[in-house]
T-cell receptor, first 113, second 112 residues
Framework: EADIYQTPRYLVIGTGKKITLECSQT?????MYWYQQDPGMELHLIHY???????EKGDLSSESTVSRIRTEHFPLTLESARPSHTSQYLC????????????FGQGTRLTVV | DAKTTQPNSMESNEEEPVHLPCNHS???????IHWYRQLPSQGPEYVIH???SNVNNRMASLAIAEDRKSSTLILHRATLRDAAVYYC?????????????FGTGTRLKVLA
């Protein structure tokens, strides 16, 4: 079973609020990722990190920001939530080497009203 | 970024084999072919991966064409729990990390 956790699982929040989605993994993986997925649609990479203090923007532009202060923790923050941010956010981690697999969290389903 | 092409949906009867195709004509020599599946309301989970040779594990088999421009995920006996969206992904090396670029995937429906 994957040791990667996302909290909260579901979040309904008002417009303009600041929110942080948590992602933690206990596998010591250096590489971590955030994806955004609308219902029935594909996953889009919005942020990734290949270690502490390194973060990069993904292929889909996002108003969210991320930080990587500790290996096991990769939180995503929205400074001012808007209805257009309503989506599912999935976190993943990947170990070293080419012959490894990525582990995904259960996701956070965010609704901004 | 290298892309993959998969049929939008497929159907299978329970207990029968399923062959899920994937085209990746722009694959480079260092790209691994990964398959993940996403069950309803879940994050994706790893199924299988390979580079050049066919691969088998407890979940599935992966058949890779000799020119590596296509591959097929084989579920030997589909069950209702295999109903999911199956993603074929090329794992690219980029800037010291590896980016997983997801396509639209194939939605597999398993009929009882």
């Amino acid at each position: 079973e994957a040791d990667i956790y996302q909290t909260p699982r579901y979040l309904v929040i008002g417009t303009g609020k600041k929110i942080t989605l948590e992602c933690s993994q206990t596998m010591g993986h250096d590489k971590m990722y955030w994806y955004q997925q609308d219902p029935g649609m594909e996953l889009h990479l919005i942020h990734y990190s290949y270690g502490v203090n390194s973060t990069e923007k993904g292929d889909l532009s996002s108003e969210s920001t991320v930080s990587r202060i500790r290996t096991e923790h990769f939180p995503l923050t929205l400074e001012s939530a808007r209805p257009s941010h309503t989506s599912q956010y999935l976190c993943a981690s990947l170990g070293a080497g080419m012959n490894t697999e990525a582990f995904f969290g259960q996701g956070t389903r965010l609704t901004v009203v | 970024d290298a892309k993959t092409t998969q049929p939008n949906s497929m159907e299978s009867n329970e207990e029968e084999p399923v062959h899920l195709p994937c085209n990746h004509s722009t694959i480079s020599g260092t790209d691994y072919i990964h398959w993940y599946r996403q069950l309803p309301s879940q994050g994706p989970e790893y199924v299988i991966h390979g580079l050049t040779s066919n691969v088998n594990n407890r979940m599935a088999s992966l058949a890779i064409a000799e020119d590596r421009k296509s591959s097929t995920l084989i579920l030997h006996r589909a069950t209702l729990r295999d109903a999911a969206v199956y993603y074929c992904i090329l794992r690219e090396a980029h800037s010291g990390t590896y980016k997983y670029i997801f396509g639209t995937g194939t939605r597999l429906k398993v009929l009882a």
